[in-house]
């Protein structure tokens, strides 16, 4: 039976960091699906539209890697799809908290679903998507945290925004 795994996030934007555990991911699941989160923050950077269209051409020669969105609970989505394992990146104690209130309340409203955590990379556990906004909002020089699409897909964004 093919293993598969759902990596659930808003990936607003993406960053080197996801990367490395999607990678990492790849090598121990036949499949990868990655649920773009369609939550719609005041605080967003990118749509959910750019954030799936980043990932798809990113990941464009990886069959192995999946790419989709949701949008509500992430266990109905994970029930809809029939994959009940759900992946997590685990960078600090500040994430462990809020993953397992997470892990816990998922896993009691669906008996079947089960979190599993990838301890991230110590090259990249202090990335996070907010740090990224944080200095692209204010004019510095995120290149060493994100993939080069994303760095070409935000300046656009801030170019046209002016
Ligand atoms: P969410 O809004 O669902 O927390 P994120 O896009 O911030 O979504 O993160 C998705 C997942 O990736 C989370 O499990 C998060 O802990 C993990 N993650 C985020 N940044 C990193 C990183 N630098 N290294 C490893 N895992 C990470």
Redesign the pocket.
């Known amino acids: 039976m093919k293993k598969s795994v759902i990596?659930?996030?808003?990936?607003?934007p993406l960053?080197?960091?996801?990367v490395?555990?999607i990678e990492r991911a790849a090598r121990c699941f036949d499949e990868v699906i990655i649920g773009v989160?369609k939550n719609s923050s005041k605080n967003s950077i990118l749509t959910p539209d750019e954030r799936v269209y980043i990932f798809k051409k990113l990941f464009k020669n990886k069959k192995k890697i999946i790419i989709d969105q949701f949008e509500g609970l992430l266990a109905e989505y994970v029930n809809k799809k029939k994959i009940y394992t759900i992946l997590?990146?685990?960078?600090t104690v500040q994430?462990f908290e809020y993953?397992l209130q997470m892990a816990t309340s998922n896993n009691k409203l669906n008996k079947k679903i089960e979190t599993i955590f990838?301890v991230?990379?110590g090259n990249?556990?202090?990335?996070?998507?907010s740090l990224i906004k944080d200095i692209i909002r204010l004019g510095g020089d995120a290149s060493n945290f994100i993939p080069k699409i994303v760095e070409k897909e935000l300046r656009k964004k801030l170019l046209k925004k002016g």
């Open positions: 990596y659930p996030g808003s990936f607003d960053t080197n960091g996801h490395n555990i989160a997590r990146g685990m960078r994430d993953e990838m991230a990379d990249y556990s202090h990335i996070s998507s």
